[in-house]
T-cell receptor, first 114, second 116 residues
Framework: GAGVSQSPSNKVTEKGKDVELRCDPI?????LYWYRQSLGQGLEFLIYFQGNSAPDKSGLPSDRFSAERTGGSVSTLTIQRTQQEDSAVYLCASSLRGGGTEAFFGQGTRLTVV | AQSVTQLGSHVSVSEGALVLLRCNYSSSVPPYLFWYVQYPNQGLQLLLKYTTGATLVKGINGFEAEFKKSETSFHLTKPSAHMSDAAEYFCAVNPNSGGSNYKLTFGKGTLLTVNP
C-alpha cells in the first residue's frame, strides 16, 4: 500500500479481555517497529523486527504483551488480560532496512480499556 | 545505549517569531538524528534527518536543524512561525552502527503552540 496501515483505528475493550492490533507495513520494508504513546509519556519503544532476525523485544512492558510478524510483512501486537494502564495509542512504523533510513508511521490504534 | 533529551515539554511562540526546539542526545557511536512532527490525531511525519555530510540540514515546511557533535545537540529551528506549525515535535536518534541495535529512540516531545 501507499503507507503504513493500522487497524482498528480505535478499540474499546473491557478490562481482562485480550486485544489484537494489526499493522500492514509499506511493501518492501524489512524493518518494523511498535511504539506506545501515552499521554505525557512520549513514545515508548515496544518491539522491533528486522527481516528474518530475531526481534528485539526489550521494550515489551510485561509478558502480557507479544507480537509477531508473519512472512516478513504484516505484524500483530497482542495484549492479553488488558489493564487500564494499557490504554494508549499504539503506533506502528516501518522502514526500508532500519539503521539510518526513515521510519514511516501509521495513524495508530487508540486503545481504551474500561 | 542512546538517549534523547528535549528541553521544554511545551514551547509557546507568537506567529512570525523564531521557533527553537532543543534536542540533546547521548550515543556511544556516531548517530543518525531525526525530527518528527505529529499533528493532532495523526501519526508521526519526518521533518528532517541527519545521517552524514553537511551538518545543517533543511526539512519540510521551512524547518532546519544543525548537528553539533561537540555539543551533542540537534536543535530544530524555523525563522518565522506559522499557525499551522502548532503540533508536537519529537527528536529521535539511532546509532550509525553495523550492529543490530537499529531502533529509534525518541525524546518525550515538545508541544509547540503558536499564538496569533
Amino acid at each position: 500500500g501507499a503507507g503504513v496501515s493500522q487497524s482498528p483505528s480505535n478499540k474499546v475493550t473491557e478490562k481482562g479481555k485480550d486485544v489484537e492490533l494489526r499493522c500492514d507495513p509499506i511493501s518492501g520494508h524489512t524493518a518494523l517497529y511498535w511504539y506506545r504513546q501515552s499521554l505525557g509519556q512520549g513514545l515508548e519503544f515496544l518491539i522491533y523486527f528486522q527481516g528474518n532476525s530475531a526481534p528485539d523485544k526489550s521494550g515489551l512492558p510485561s509478558d502480557r504483551f507479544s507480537a509477531e510478524r508473519t512472512g516478513g510483512s504484516v505484524s500483530t501486537l497482542t495484549i492479553q488480560r488488558t489493564q487500564q494502564e494499557d490504554s494508549a495509542v499504539y503506533l506502528c512504523a516501518s522502514s526500508l532496512r532500519g539503521g539510518g533510513t526513515e521510519a514511516f508511521f501509521g495513524q495508530g490504534t487508540r486503545l481504551t480499556v474500561v | 545505549a542512546q538517549s534523547v533529551t528535549q528541553l521544554g515539554s511545551h514551547v509557546s511562540v507568537s506567529e512570525g517569531a523564531l521557533v527553537l526546539l532543543r534536542c540533546n542526545y547521548s550515543s556511544s557511536v556516531p548517530p543518525y538524528l531525526f525530527w518528527y512532527v505529529q499533528y493532532p490525531n495523526q501519526g508521526l511525519q519526518l521533518l528532517l534527518k541527519y545521517t552524514t555530510g553537511a551538518t545543517l540540514v533543511k526539512g519540510i515546511n521551512g524547518f532546519e536543524a544543525e548537528f553539533k557533535k561537540s555539543e551533542t545537540s540537534f536543535h530544530l529551528t524555523k525563522p518565522s512561525a506559522h499557525m499551522s506549525d502548532a503540533a508536537e515535535y519529537f527528536c529521535a536518534v539511532n546509532p550509525n552502527s553495523g550492529g543490530s541495535n537499529y531502533k529509534l529512540t525518541f525524546g518525550k516531545g515538545t508541544l509547540l503552540t503558536v499564538n496569533p
